[in-house]
């Protein structure tokens, strides 16, 4: 017997996204959580975020969201040997979401398609399965797509976490290269802090009440204040080993895109990982929320589609939440952005000091 043909190296070599059509100002929400447009401003970064109409459902976004992948890399769908869906908010635990996505795009049916639930973390996980799998033979171009409709799930009484989320879809284009594009992959998670953030309840305990104890559907909820400070003692040295594995120091880093979970946890990060002053840090939180699975690849798509960042800098990307579960790598930006579809960015809002 023979094993697969292996290749020496992948990259990124494109990305695309799209938004939640609805742009959903912080005094839209305050009422109902006994809050403020200030308070969010101030202990999030968040101005706006964005929202997906009802009809609009997550697999619409990610449909989106890898057409315009898949079409700025330039290749046929039918190209596409893997298909990766990272979502927390598809509603069915069977079938998964990727195999309808892939369909839509017309992957075709050779074509392998699972989802990967690691909530924040899922699109950066995908990302290090992809280059795995390109590396080992196991497929040749392998599509990303991290999407949300988060506000499926949102209870506009909570105040932990309602005024944080936002919905969208990012995708990225994986093959491969003859010079390494994307650096080993430094993932895990920690259960011990399993409750922190994640849905309220069961499904089962939805279904299983007794009628006189009705449970409400289950909805988002976190204990911020544990997450935060998980964010700010346990990531930064895994940050810094992604990149001491990749042969590199902090001032190599151009461009840092972590997972948009609020600004105070982006400039934290960015402080406590010795980054050279002049990094280019992604900072699309402060107008389309978090976007869990769906805020890397949508903040990369926006650093290039805006000119702020440029095609082979290199970045750090780094993903984390419920799990509690994380992963890190350093890419290299992709040459190709796609074209942004309807529920586009507004322009950017100004950043503000938290
Ligand atoms: C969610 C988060 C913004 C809450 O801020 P916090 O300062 O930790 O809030 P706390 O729960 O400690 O409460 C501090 C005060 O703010 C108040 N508060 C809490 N939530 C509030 C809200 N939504 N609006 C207004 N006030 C609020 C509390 O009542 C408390 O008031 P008090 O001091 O008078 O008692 C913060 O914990 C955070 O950023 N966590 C990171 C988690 C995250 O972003 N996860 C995303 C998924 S990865």
Known sequence: MRSATTTTASRIISVGGVRGDLVVPNDDLVGSIDSSDEWIRRRTGIVTRRHARKEVLVEDLAEQAGRSA?????????????????SISWMQTTPAMAPL??????????????????????????????????RSGLARHVLVIGAEKISDF???????????????SGAALVGPSDTPGIGPTV???DGRLNGAIGLTHSWLDFKYAADDERVPWPTARQDGPSVYRWTQTALPEL?????ADAGLTPKDIEVFVPHQANLRIVEGLHDRLGLADDVIVARDIVDTGNTSSASVPLATERLLREGLAQPGQIALQFGFGAGLAYAAQVVRLPEHVGVAGPGAPVPVAEPVAV
Not at 70 to 86: F, K, L, N
Not at 102 to 121: K, S, W
Not at 239 to 243: E, F, H, S, T
Request: net charge negative; hydrophobic share 45%; charged share 15%.
């Open 70 to 86: 898949i079409e700025a890399a330039g290749i046929d769908p039918e190209q596409v040997d893997v298909v990766i869906v990272a």
């Open 101 to 134: 996505v892939a369909h839509r795009l017309g992957t075709g049916p050779g074509t392998a398609a699972f989802d990967a639930n690691a909530a924040c973390a899922g699109y950066c996980y995908g990302i290090g399965q992809a280059d795995a799998m390109i």
């Open 154 to 168: 949102i209870e506009p009484t909570d105040r932990t976490m309602s005024f944080i989320m936002g919905d969208g």
């Open 187 to 189: 993932w895990g998670s």
């Open 239 to 243: 940050a810094l080993k992604a990149i």
